[in-house]
């Protein structure tokens, strides 16, 4: 089902997934990945930035195919990213970068060495869990996909609590991660970054811009962006920086199987 | 080294049970949450987070217990053994790979179910509606067959033969809801079995000693009621309870 991309797509093949398929002769490395999915972009990013082979495996998740049998296999937590690496399955994000950066031997200021360095991009990376990715994540569905799931707005006092929240986090990443440095841990950009830059612009993708009014933020991110190299923080970007788009397009009754799961956790 | 921890927090747990396993000296810097005392001035000069633990190393200042844990593993790496958190390479990805998906897993999970057990009552003044706290020990209940399926499954610690962060992290999220009296081992002997392991690695008297203050619920809802930080508290948990 996942033999590489679909046939639409080749027309546009990137040069990560053309490098991932020359190196082909042996098994390659495999990151299954939607990059609709903020841990999904971070990964690509990473892998692609340091010149990792890999095989890139499209996971359609609104499709619903990490529910199905053959993915269950590579990961019981059904959720992407997932890697594959020979008879070795990881699921996570964070996992699956530290996993990288370890065995591709990436420069060390992704993830520094040194003691004290190496705690601020996992004090980062910890706190984000609950905060920026939850709240980014909820601001994207409660402003783009779940008026489409229940053919209705969501009440305003919902969309503004979870406004709210972020943007308490965004004060947070301003003031207590970034302050006056360049990047979270210093000079340079680190996992930290990246793991942040692809969760503050979730909500971008449904159309809120986070950065107005940060001009910090906004700073941090033109550093971050250069960092990465534009035309591949661009390329990592364009679906969802696309989603008010197909968002309208979709057919609302595909996406009724979600209704249960996403009124639970956003609703 | 100081350690701003309240022994009611899971993630204190984790933290103090590790430094005392592992032989880390530190200074214990009590920060009672029930009487919001991470709310003080002195604290914020800590930590503007607000929360624990924090861990105060010189004048190196670190939140987050999984990025605290990491330090003492890395800073103490001649001294603790590395089945703690291994070197090698896969070993090392299964432990990073629990320790993300638990945030909102089993803590957020587990954590749900003891707040609406042991304070929802007393912040809402009525009992907690069936159907929030059905969906929440539902929710409770997938984590923790996720636990036993794809993390522990038939090995006697997460990764394999030893015990690591993992286990411990989350062994102190699993102990969260029992204290509320709510056995969720009930019916699961190969967590039960994992527990005592666990456990044993590091030592009764410490395993005891950490959840000392969680298995009182009762005198610390007491300590709550009677104190002035209660109304200070109140809306903050409120939020939670939306």
């Known amino acids: ?267 | 080294m100081e350690l701003y921890l309240d022994l009611v927090s899971q993630p204190c747990r984790s933290v103090f049970v590790f430094a005392k396993a592992v032989g880390i000296p530190f200074e214990f810097k009590v920060v009672a949450l029930v009487e919001g005392q991470q709310y003080r001035e002195e604290f914020a000069k800590i930590s503007m987070i607000r929360k624990v633990p924090v861990m105060k190393d010189g004048s190196f200042v670190l939140t987050e217990s999984v990025a605290i844990l990491k330090y003492l593993a890395q800073k103490h790496s001649s001294s603790v053994a590395d089945h703690w958190y291994p070197a090698e390479l896969r070993q090392r990805a299964r432990v990073n790979e629990y320790l993300s998906w638990q945030h909102m897993n089993l803590r957020a999970h587990g954590s749900k179910v003891f707040l609406l057990r042991a304070m929802f009552p007393l912040i809402m003044g009525s009992e907690v509606p069936k159907e929030k706290m059905d969906a929440a020990v539902e929710d409770l209940k997938l984590s923790l067959n996720l636990l036993e399926e794809k993390f522990l499954q038939d090995k006697p610690f997460i990764v394999g033969d030893k015990i690591s962060l993992a286990d411990l992290v989350a062994v102190v999220e699993l102990m969260q809801p029992v204290g509320t009296g709510l056995d969720v081992l009930e019916g699961r002997p190969k967590l039960i079995a994992w527990r005592d392991r666990v456990k044993q690695e590091v030592g009764e008297e410490l395993f005891d000693e950490a959840h000392e203050q969680l298995m009182n619920m009762s005198s610390l809802q007491e300590k709550m009621q009677n104190n002035s930080a209660m109304e200070m508290l109140k809306p903050k948990f409120q939020m939670l309870f939306k």
């Not at chain 1, 019981?76 to 530290?98: M, N, T, V, W």
């Not at chain 1, 990047?183 to 990246?194: P, Q, Y």
Request: glycine share 6%.
């Open chain 1, 1 to 267: 089902m996942w033999a590489g991309r679909e046939p639409s797509e080749s027309a546009t093949e990137t040069p990560a997934q053309t490098r991932g398929h020359r190196r082909g002769a042996v098994m390659a490395l495999e990151l299954y990945l939607d990059l609709n999915s903020q841990p999904c972009r971070s990964v690509y990013i990473f892998a692609t930035k340091n010149n990792v082979p890999f095989e890139f495996k499209k996971l359609n998740l609104l499709e619903g195919e990490q529910y199905g049998e053959e993915f269950g296999k590579i990961n019981l937590i059904r959720k992407a990213p997932a890697l594959r690496d020979g008879d070795f399955c990881l699921a996570e994000s964070i996992a699956i970068l530290l996993y990288l950066a370890e065995k591709f031997k990436t420069p060390d200021y992704w993830y520094p060495a040194d003691l004290h360095q190496r705690a601020r991009v996992n004090e980062y990376l910890s706190w984000q869990h609950m905060t920026i990715r939850l709240q980014g994540s909820k601001v994207f569905w409660l402003q783009l996909l779940i008026p489409k799931i229940l053919g209705a707005d969501v009440p305003q006092d919902k969309l503004d609590a979870a406004l709210e929240d972020l943007n308490a986090s965004l004060t947070l990443l301003e003031d207590k991660f970034i302050q006056d440095k360049p990047f979270i841990a210093g000079d340079h950009i680190t996992l930290a970054d990246l793991v942040a830059i692809v969760e503050v612009m979730q909500p971008v993708g449904a159309g809120v811009d986070v950065f107005e009014g940060r001009a910090k933020l906004s700073a941090w991110r033109d550093r971050v962006q250069a960092a990465i190299g534009e035309e591949l923080f661009d390329e990592a970007h364009k679906t969802i920086l696309g989603a008010q788009e197909s968002v309208k397009l979709m057919d609302a009754s595909k996406l009724q199987f979600f209704k249960p799961k996403i009124l639970k956790l956003f609703m």
